[in-house]
């Protein structure tokens, strides 16, 4: 039997079944992209960690991850995985959650590589790693956005600001509200849209002359001021 998509011809129920067969389908193919960039980071964290003990257990000095880098390298030409700065994050990694068990639950291991390093660059504490992890796959976070919020402190200021806010007890997150135009907190801008494992996420805001990391720390903001004002007035 023949069907043409669109058609009079279309057997009942057709239009629903095609609909939840597509959304499978990325389904599947988001959470592919999720698994394969997990088993790269449980790679980079085994790799960490034999080097940690390695250097622990049997002295190896620090002119060894060098050597590793360039055996690599050499081995793996079409990687670029394999550099000594790369190398000195995977210990990082290995060295904040020093079990695999511990690693691979958290929303880190379901985060670009990317990514990571800008937890393990910009945060000092696992808790923080954490929760900035955890929100950047809740949101679909670009590296630009993630490294915006972490600037500007969104976890002390979300950790500060009550659930219910009125009167002279409002935050000045609120307060910040009234300065915002009524069609930027109605208007979103365009959801991001998937992308690739080392880079999920991409937006622009309507200024296309602004440069990306610019434009990503825009729809970042825009987004952190829209979900404030929408408690306020939903409180």
């Known amino acids: ?24 389908v990325r389904t599947t193919q988001f959470r592919a992209v999720r698994a394969a960039n997990t088993e790269v980071l449980r790679l980079y ?3 960490g960690r034999d080097i940690l003990d390695r250097q622990k257990d049997e002295g190896w000095g620090a002119k060894v991850v060098d050597q590793i880098s360039a055996d690599l390298r050499r081995e ?8 000594r700065r790369n190398l000195m994050y995977m210990k990082a990694l290995a060295s904040t959650w020093p079990m695999v068990d511990e690693f691979v639950p958290q929303a880190v291991a379901q985060t670009p590589w990317g990514h990571v390093r800008v937890l393990l660059d910009k945060l000092t504490t696992r ?3 954490e929760w900035y992890a955890a929100k950047t796959v809740e949101n679909g976070w670009s590296r630009a956005s993630l490294e915006f919020e972490i600037k500007m402190d969104l976890k002390s200021r979300l950790g500060s600001a009550p659930s219910r806010i009125s009167g002279p ?8 509200c009234e300065d915002v135009p009524a069609s930027r907190r109605t208007t979103p ?5 998937a992308r690739t494992v080392t880079g999920w996420w991409s937006a622009s805001p309507p200024n296309s002359r602004v440069a990306p990391s610019s434009r990503s720390a825009w729809v ?5 001021r829209r979900r404030i004002c929408a408690e306020e007035s939903n409180a």
């Open 1 to 24: 039997m023949t069907i043409e998509t669109g058609s009079s011809s279309e057997p009942t129920g057709y239009k629903e079944f095609i609909a939840d067969l597509k959304q499978r």
């Open 45 to 47: 964290w085994s790799v």
């Open 76 to 83: 793996f030409p079409d990687q670029r995985g394999w550099t």
């Open 127 to 129: 808790q923080d790693r």
């Open 169 to 176: 007890a409002r935050s000045s997150a609120v307060r910040n």
């Open 189 to 193: 801008p365009a959801r991001p849209a």
């Open 220 to 224: 970042s903001g825009a987004i952190g």
